[in-house]
């Protein structure tokens, strides 16, 4: 038997507990809305069929001493996504613990049956309309106004939850990247992507007007970091040949895209779009030493909150 819900008060449980464990931001995205854009086997009802609500999780992207590092060093210690996938897997224990309604984690992973690089599910579709961040000119990476760039989770559950809507205004791009585009026709993330795989317009207002990431161009480069190299060792020691063509057939490809997009503990990531995005390393909440400025200067500016 189902407990009586307070469907408001259980919102912001939910949402408060995102907050506590560290995430950012948090908010629920429309159900209806995500089933309108994602494919069919790709929608929330495909991984829980019963699914009410998607709560997805933002929590911060980089210290702002990371954004000083050489490239090589960056591409290691870049990504917190961890942290969010931390934050969703007890958020479904706890809605279950609290509601006694049935939760689950999204899994962030790759649908080993659709291809290489089809997930389970949009944790970026999810974060997006769940008003935790807008696309950006570089590659659609989501940037949030207040706390730049950040990495997303998500938690399906048969809890009812009132949805959240998407960001009113995209802050990408910013005044400063519409100001280098009227000058030399690039934003910063297009003119210092070491690999030019990104390019785009803006309209007559300073807006997306048109946005084109190579993905190919961009895999080639992040995979210079030791993903590749480590295959191919492993490929050299086999010594049958048909343990050598198994392990690079194309049956691989999901292990090759994995490596070149730094899951697990194999890294091959380029940050450089985000390295010179205005928006990711000078959002007024970007990065802990602005958090902590803005929470001594005005206590509540730094809250977590949504």
């Known amino acids: 038997m189902k407990r ?42 495909d991984l829980m069929p019963k699914v009410k609500s998607v709560v997805s999780i933002g929590v911060g992207g980089n210290t702002r001493g990371a954004w000083g590092v050489s490239a090589k060093a960056l591409t290691y210690f870049g990504s917190t996504e961890a942290r969010a996938y931390k934050i969703a897997y007890g958020l479904a224990f706890y809605i279950e613990h609290t509601f006694g309604i049935p939760a689950v984690y999204c899994p962030p992973d790759m649908d080993s049956e659709a291809g290489a690089r089809v997930p389970f599910q949009s ?5 997006e309309l769940a008003g935790l961040g807008a696309r950006s000119l570089a590659g ?39 100001a280098m585009y009227r000058e030399v026709g690039k934003t910063p993330c297009m003119k210092f992507c070491p690999v030019q795989c990104l390019s785009g317009k803006l309209d007559e207002h300073g807006r997306q007007a048109e946005m084109y990431y190579d993905m190919a161009a961009c895999a080639e480069m992040s995979q210079q970091f030791e993903a590749m190299p480590k295959v191919l060792a ?5 010594h ?3 343990d050598f063509d198994d392990l690079l057939a194309l049956e691989s490809k999901l292990l090759f895209y994995k490596l070149s997009t730094g899951s697990h503990a194999m890294f091959g990531q380029c940050f450089e779009c985000m390295r010179v995005c205005p928006i990711a390393t000078k959002a007024p909440l970007a990065d802990p030493i602005l958090r902590s400025e803005a929470a001594r200067a005005k206590p509540d500016a730094a809250a977590p909150h949504k």
Do not use: W
């Open 4 to 45: 009586p819900v307070d469907a408001v008060l259980a919102k912001r449980k939910v949402l408060d507990y995102c907050l506590r464990k560290g995430a950012l931001c948090a908010g629920i995205a429309d159900l209806d809305a995500i089933n309108k854009v994602a494919p069919a086997g790709h929608r929330p009802a």
């Open 123 to 127: 944790l970026k579709l999810h974060a």
């Open 140 to 178: 659609d990476i989501l940037l949030h106004p207040e706390f730049g760039y950040m990495y997303y989770a998500s938690a399906f559950t048969e809890l009812v939850l009132a949805p959240d809507e998407p960001l009113k205004e995209n802050p990408c791009p910013a005044p400063s990247c519409v």
């Open 234 to 238: 492993k490929a050299m020691r086999e």
């Open 240 to 242: 049958d040949p048909q």
